[in-house]
Antibody, heavy 123, light 108 residues
Framework: EVQLLESGGGLVQPGGSLRLSCAASGFTFTTYAMTWVRQAPGKGLQWVSAIDGRAGSTYYADSVKGRFTMSRDNSKNTLYLQMNSLRAEDTAVYYC????????????????WGQGTLVTVSS | EIVLTQSPGTLSLSPGERATLSCRASQSVSSSYLAWYQQKPGQAPRLLIYSTSSRASGIPDRFSGSGSGTDFTLTISRLEPEDFAVYYCQHYYSSPYTFGQGTKLEIK
């Protein structure tokens, strides 16, 4: 059974940093691309970033490019999202999700999702 | 960037009725790369349909998808109480992946 468990969310001041983690199990982690999707309170889904199976390539939404860094440790079956220079508009539940294939550049849907972790950016 | 517009914003129906949800893209999307997700309050999204019309594992056959080009549809043939939720379409042909704004399906 595929399981994705996010952690690391919390309250942070504007301009601060936070690192999210997503522990994966139930599938061969290195074989699949992974992604982060966020959802602001009461709003819709917004794609944030994606990474290839062996971390060869990463992709970011324009709204987080240069501030967020996505990485993975395949030896630990864990995905990360380092978030710097946080803004109020980054407040959201952050979901990690598994793609249905190896490449993050496109053509694979998001087949399994974690339960999310809440990030609140406020002074 | 492909913009996906879903309609209606809210759909009020009764159990047993048929639901038709629309997703329109700002430019042509290959039907191989259009998905639908269901999200219930306090829960993560769940994959329903991928490649426009393929049901994900464990999804009942009352859910079906269709469409091509810029117009796509999710149909729920006979609504069950557990189907009342928010539904999102998404294209995944290339980065940036985008989602529609969602259609809330509520009990009438």
């Amino acid at each position: 059974e595929v399981q994705l468990l996010e952690s690391g969310g919390g309250l942070v001041q504007p301009g601060g940093s936070l690192r999210l983690s997503c522990a994966a199990s139930g599938f061969t982690f290195t074989t699949y691309a992974m992604t982060w999707v966020r959802q602001a309170p009461g709003k819709g889904l917004q794609w944030v970033s994606a990474i290839d199976g062996r971390a060869g390539s990463t992709y970011y939404a324009d709204s987080v490019k240069g501030r967020f860094t996505m990485s993975r440790d395949n030896s630990k079956n864990t995905l990360y999202l380092q978030m710097n220079s946080l803004r109020a508009e980054d407040t959201a539940v952050y979901y990690c999700a598994k793609l249905s294939g190896y490449y993050a550049s496109g053509t694979y849907h998001f087949d399994y999702w974690g339960q999310g972790t809440l990030v609140t950016v406020s002074s | 960037e492909i913009v996906l517009t879903q309609s209606p914003g809210t759909l009020s129906l009764s159990p047993g009725e048929r639901a038709t949800l629309s997703c329109r893209a700002s430019q042509s999307v290959s039907s191989s790369y259009l998905a639908w997700y269901q999200q219930k309050p306090g829960q993560a999204p769940r994959l329903l349909i991928y490649s426009t019309s393929s049901r994900a594992s464990g999804i009942p056959d009352r859910f079906s998808g269709s469409g091509s080009g810029t117009d796509f549809t999710l149909t729920i043939s006979r609504l069950e109480p557990e189907d009342f939720a928010v539904y999102y379409c998404q294209h995944y042909y290339s980065s940036p992946y985008t989602f529609g704004q969602g259609t809330k399906l509520e009990i009438k």
